[in-house]
């Protein structure tokens, strides 16, 4: 079997039991939480159905009023700092769900938008990483110029190293900002970021959604803008690195596989002529017949000649010989019955006293 098919199905081995390890994770740290608050929820519901007497057709009113209008009681969503964060959550493949179009133009605008903008979107980041690892690479090859280092070249290990420590620099950054400023802990901040960066999008924490950040905090609305811009940047670059390594590797594979495929094909011994195999079966147009490079020699073993055992002459060259037999088997088409027995006998006794010629002047050289 390959290497690229060994790896490609260890990959898919790999990922299946990835999901079921993430699975029994997730299940054993937050299904417990889960009853729990499920119980304390609905026993508040119960608590406020008794105290207020309400039916139950209203605390249902009153509770889809409240889950609809939570998006709009701090901030304003489709004005144009609004819409323009959201414009970036779609081409950026975010997609918080903090605030969605209920109009059927908007919907309509926002499917066909989507279709444009995300590939434009994914070619511009993959571009400007690109373009980072460059730089990045010209700035490793001039610190290592800086210290005399006799190699200077900078692998793809060193690009991948470097992206990964400026990736972290960015989250870890992002996070004592979001944390700051949204008054949240760091642990939900750096969650925020790396869910955001990462391009998940859950929408449990979203950033710009209280106090009317985006029209009164014009300097944090552009952080948060440039946040997922140059973050995506990075991390674009990060897995563009990881992507081409994973595609190098396979690609060596394949050019070393032709090489091998490459010398098994001058090795290989091609047959013109009758064989009769072990079995008893015959094989028709088997006689052996060496590689046209076998016949090129330095030492100029084409010189060589050999006699047959019925006056023939053969060289070591495969063009003559062709021919002379060419002639020879016209020839015993005109002849008789007879006379064609004998020399399909005399040919098969030439050709095994050629061979075995042939096979010595092999060993000797």
């Known amino acids: 079997m390959k290497r690229q098919n060994v790896r490609t199905l260890s990959l898919i081995v790999c990922t299946f039991t990835s999901l079921l390890i993430g699975a029994a994770v997730f299940d054993a740290l937050e299904s417990e939480y889960e009853l729990e608050n499920r119980r304390r929820l609905f026993a508040e519901e119960d608590e406020i159905l008794t105290k207020y007497n309400i039916s139950d057709e209203d605390f249902n009113s009153i509770q889809h009023n409240v889950i609809w209008s939570r998006p709009y009681q701090e901030v304003i969503q489709w004005k144009f700092g609004g819409a323009l964060y959201f414009s970036l959550v779609v081409v950026a493949v975010i997609g918080y769900g903090h605030s969605t179009p209920k109009t059927i133009g908007g919907k309509l605008f926002c499917m066909v938008y989507a279709l444009a903008g995300i590939p434009l979107c994914i070619i511009m980041f993959q571009s400007v990483g690109e373009r980072l690892n460059t730089f990045v690479t010209f700035v490793l090859k001039q610190i290592k110029k800086c210290f005399r280092l006799k190699n200077l070249e900078v692998s793809q290990t060193d690009l991948i190293f470097v ?152 060289t070591s060259s495969p063009m003559t010989n062709t021919r002379r037999g060419n002639r020879k088997s016209k020839a015993s088409v005109a002849n008789t019955q007879e006379y064609s027995k004998d020399m399909d006998s005399n040919m098969s006794d030439d050709t095994d006293s050629f061979l075995n010629w042939q096979r010595s002047k092999r060993a000797s050289l």
């Open 163 to 314: 992206t990964m420590n400026l990736s972290t620099i960015i989250i870890t950054t992002g996070a004592l900002a979001f944390s700051h400023v949204e008054g949240w802990n760091y642990i939900d901040a750096f969650y925020y970021c790396f869910i955001t960066l990462t391009t998940i999008g859950f929408g449990d924490f979203v950033a710009l959604q209280k106090d009317y950040m985006v029209h009164e905090k014009p300097h944090y609305f552009a952080f948060s803008i440039l946040f997922i811009l140059f973050g995506l940047t990075v991390i674009s670059a990060a897995m563009n690195l990881l992507i081409l390594r994973f595609l190098t590797m396979n690609t060596e594979d394949e050019r070393r596989d032709e090489m091998e495929a490459a010398v098994a094909a001058q090795n290989a011994v091609r047959l013109d002529g009758d064989v009769i195999t072990g079995n008893g079966g015959v094989v028709s147009n088997a006689q052996e017949r060496p590689e046209f490079n076998d016949t090129l020699s330095v030492c100029s073993c084409s010189c060589y000649k050999w006699t047959s055992p019925h006056d023939k002459v053969y």
